[in-house]
C-alpha cells in the first residue's frame, strides 16, 4: 500500500477507536490530537526503511530490504517502545499535554501493525518474520494503490471536520465538494496514462456520490446529527467491508484460475490471482508451468452478469509467456549474485533471451506485477547483457 494511504488510515483508526481528533485544529496540542499523531507516524514509519535507498547504491534494495525488518511483527515492540519515548520527550520539550508512556507504546503499536496488515493484503510480499524468516507473505487481495479504498479512508475524515462547526459546516461543505468534484476526472486521466482505464460512466457515479456526501448531509443540518467520532467509525466499517468485498472476489478469481489450470492439465509451480486496477472486480490470474506462465485477464462484473456465479460456466481465454530456451547465456546469467536474489524474489518469473548485433541479452521478468500497458517493458525487469566474448558487460532493472 502506499504511504499516504497508511498515513491516513492510522489518523482514521485514532478517531474512530481512540478518541483522537484533528491534527491541525486552531488550538494547542492536547492527548486527543497527540493521539492522532502517534498512531498516523505510527502507520508510515514502515516506510521508513526506503530512506536506505538514498545512501546506497544498491538497486537491488527494494526487493532485499524493503519491507523488511521495519515491517516485522517480531520487531513491533521494539519500534514501538522507541518511537513513544521519542514522542514523550518532544511533548515534555515542547510542553504538551501528553499521553502515557504506555498509551503512546500502544498506539505506535496499532499504527505500526494497520502498516503491516495493509501490506501484507497487496502483492509485493512482506517479511513480516525479518530477521528470523525472510519470506514474503502476500495475500493479493488490493492492488498497491487503490483509489477507492483510500477515498474509504479519507471521506469520513473530512466528513466529520465539515460538520464539526454549526457555524461553517455549509461553507465547508461547498468547499469540500468543489475540491473533490475534479477528482474522478483527473484520476482517471492518471489510469489512461498507466494503461488502466476508467469507464465514464464510473466517473459519473462518483462524481454524483461526492455530492450527496458533501452537500445533501448540508441540507437542514443533517450532517450535524452525525457526531464527530460516528462519522469516523463510518468509515472505518466500511473500509473493513470493502476489504472483506475484496477477499471474496479474489476468492471468486483464485477458483477461475484453479479451474483453467484443471482444463489445460497444468503442471502447477505456483498459482495465483492478483487484483489489476482500478477495482477490485479486474483480476490478473497466473500460473507458473515448467516451461512458462499462462496468464488470465478476468472481469468479475462481466462474467457474474453473462455467467452467474458458477466457476464452470465459461472457458477462460489465456496469454501464455514461454521461457527461452536453455543456453549458455541464460545459464551464467543464473548463476549471477544478483539475478539469485531477483529469482528469490519473483512469484512468477519469465526468462527471455535475444540478440543485439554481437551482444546476447537475458531478461528476468516477475509477471506478478502486470505489464498494463503493452508498450512498455514490465516493471520488475532484470537486464543482463552480455559481449561478443561473454563476459557480463551491464546488468540492472529495466526502465520504464
Known sequence: MDTITHGIAGALISKAAFGGRDMFPPTAMG??????????????????????????SNTLLMITWHRSITHSLLCLPIWSVILAALMLEIARWRKWEALSF????????????????LDLVTTFGTMIWSPLEWSRPAWDILF???FTFTAILLLPQLLAWTFEDPAHSRRRAVIMWLIFTPAPYLISRIGLIVGARISNTAIVVATALFAVLFLFPAIEGLGLRVSYEHWNQIGLTVAIVYILAASYAHHVAYGRVKQFAAQENLEVQAIGALPLPPSFWHWDGLVRAPRGVYEIRMDLSDELLKYGASPEAKVLQHTYYPDALPNEYIEVARQLPEVQKVLWFARFPVTRFHKEGSEAIVEFSDLRFPQIRRDRPASFTYRVRFAADGQVVKQGWVRQ
Request: proline share 2%.
Open 144 to 146: 498497491i494503490v487503490d
Open 31 to 56: 492527548k486527543r490530537r497527540l493521539a492522532t499523531w502517534a498512531l498516523m507516524l505510527g502507520a508510515i514509519f514502515p516506510d521508513s526503511d526506503v530512506l536506505r535507498d538514498f545512501f546506497s
Open 102 to 117: 504506555v498509551a503512546l507504546t500502544g498506539l505506535f503499536a496499532v499504527g505500526i501493525l494497520s502498516h503491516i496488515f
